[in-house]
């Protein structure tokens, strides 16, 4: 299928052919038949992405400090993949849209096929050709509203939310600042509530149009442009000013705050619905007392994942107008006629032209506020993607039944997920190899595969997982997803015959542990491996070395610095997805391991919510402890281990410092990177499956360490050791 996507880091727009989406639970797939250029949010991000790198650094100093602490944390070499990786990648364009459900997944059944939708989300209503939307952001169109009109939905629903932030009573006045695709139909919500309207904006058609539409006057936004309005509001209110001022401007001048506090009335209300800077004069807000709310988005439940995507509504009599009750509303005017709708079409553009169309609002060629694009019906959307037109690669060798070429002898790699993780800290290290190929990669979002395609050449980008688990000629299958996602998919690649690389965690709880272990039992495939990869780090793996063999009791104790988790992040979900101990507790619970060379036999836990201390002992009297703490500053390093025993001690500062001391001398060693072993662990792997050789981590011990960090959490559930 086509999509609109932009370059973040060149700027480049294009119109891309990306596999269509898959179908999952929780939403429909729709066929979309128009969607809107918001030519205020999306110009902005366009705006944005054409800007130098310095450029983009000072208009988001939140992304450049967390930079920093990833370069203090993780080293300049790996701060600099992440970031890149990040820039370096197609985003999306568009959120408003209308079209015709094409496949209902469970816990969608209200909706049926070819019923026609009004679909919602920056990254489900999409400009692509077809897309997967959530239940709670996807409304049933009525039949007297056409579909270019239905398309302008999500944007009434972001007019209609700062509406209700006003409170607005009948007979009251209120003043539109900035006269945009939102600020119109702000204007227009406004009227259609009894609401006398006056509006400011630099374009005289814009204040026109306004007019043409209920308001009652508006005018430029400085000079005599300002003074009439503020006469008009004086006539309308008897002197007393406007009841609310709705800020729908963009940019960084201080004109419209300015502006709102000269013409609201004493205790006003001002609503931000723009995005503009607020640098509030103190005196002129103060003297009125002012009071300035914000209007988040279509309304309650945007950027709730509850509400967004597992379909959990709010009760109307707690939240009355959530987003999608706000879609509704909006639907259901236009479909009454209350508001004026049809004068906001400026131009409608097949999506073939989605890239000039762009370049032409850009240039300021395009001076409507309202555009749409159309799309041809296709009857056989598909999942699954070729070789981009964007990547030029030779003919591949023809394949054997085993994943291996048979010329030139080329394991054939297929990836389930490509989010940063992978893309930053896997994939590089598999381009190129030697004897290796990537065959197929597949995601839950048409973009990520399409990204993966272009930077490391694969040769098919899918949504389809089946497709790939049913390809004899891919050998082996990472599984990069979410953790909930992990159990299921290992057993099905292990039942397809797959070697299978999965990152951590193996498994969330004994259940789908012991169904990896009966899938293993059953097929007689135990080609696992699990992405412990710290074991494999050449400064860790050579402090062991030169540390040497020990004979007495050892001390370990491994301190993680793991920090906060943002407020947005899917780790926060801990019923769907585990504990983060259960996440990342793996990884230093198997190097410990690793190091002693056996399997600890009691466990005990205590902490939480800032952090937990584990203590580990193992048969020989061994004992080891792990500090894994989410309160700590984000510059101090994330990981230090050290083991002392027999006279001898070893440290390792964040994989770029081992020193070992050893009778009276002290042997140290650094590394420019953090290395923290992803290389050696694939390039391990990777040789195992081509040789057929044992995998590079004992089945044993993948099993012990994740039965671990279940122990791990029972401990702290308890508050008592727990043996093994």
Known sequence: MKQVAQNYRSGQLSLLDVPTPACKDGGVLVRSRYSLISTGTEMMKVHEAKMSLLAKARSRPDQVRKVLDTVAQQGLKSAYAKAMNRLDSYTPLGYSSCGVVVEVGRGAEEFSLGQRVACAGNEYALHAEVNWVPVNLCVAVPDGVSEPLAAFATVGAIAMHGVRRAETQLGETACVIGLGLVGQLVAQLLVASGVRVV??????ERCALAEENGAVACDAPEGDGIDRIERTLARLTGGLGADHVFL???????????AAARLARDR????????????????????????????RSYGPGRYDEVYELAGVDYPAGYVRWTE?????????????????????VAGVFPLEQAVTVYDRLHSGDLKGIGYLFEYQEEEHPKRTTPVSRMISKPATASTSDHGVAAVGRKTRLGFIGAGNYASSMLLPHLVGRPGVELAHVVTTTSLSAANAQRRFGFQTASTDVDALLADDSVGAVFVVTRHH???????????????????????LDEDELGHIVEVVRSTGNDRLMVGFNRRFAPLLTDMRERFGARTGR??????????????????????LEGSRFIGEGGHFIDTVGWWLGSDPVEVYAAGEPQGIQVVLRYEDGSVATIGYLTNGNPRLPKEVFEVSADSRSARLENFTRATVWK?????????????????????????AVAAGGPMP?????????TRVTFAVARSLALGAPQKL
């Open 199 to 204: 509006g400011l904006d630099v374009v005289p």
């Open 248 to 258: 729908v401007a963009g940019g960084s001048s201080k004109g419209p705050v300015e």
């Open 268 to 295: 006003a209300r001002v609503i931000d619905i723009g995005k503009l800077k607020l640098d509030l004069p103190w005196n002129a807000y103060y003297d009125k007392e002012l009071e300035v709310r914000f209007s």
């Open 324 to 344: 999608r009750r706000n879609l509704e509303c909006f639907v259901d005017l236009v479909a009454r006629g209350a508001i004026p709708l049809q004068s906001l």
């Open 485 to 507: 996602t992990h159990a299921d998919l290992v057993c099905r690649a292990l039942a397809a015959g797959k070697a299978t690389f999965v990152e951590k965690p193996l498994a």
């Open 554 to 575: 050892a001390a370990l104790h491994y301190a993680v610095n793991a920090g906060t988790l943002p407020p947005d992040s899917w780790y926060r979900n801990e019923e």
């Open 663 to 687: 009778g009276r001398s002290r042997t140290t060693r650094r590394s420019r990177s953090a290395d923290k072993g992803q290389a050696g662990a694939l390039g391990h792997f990777v040789d």
């Open 697 to 705: 981590i004992p089945l044993s011990s993948l099993l012990s360490t």
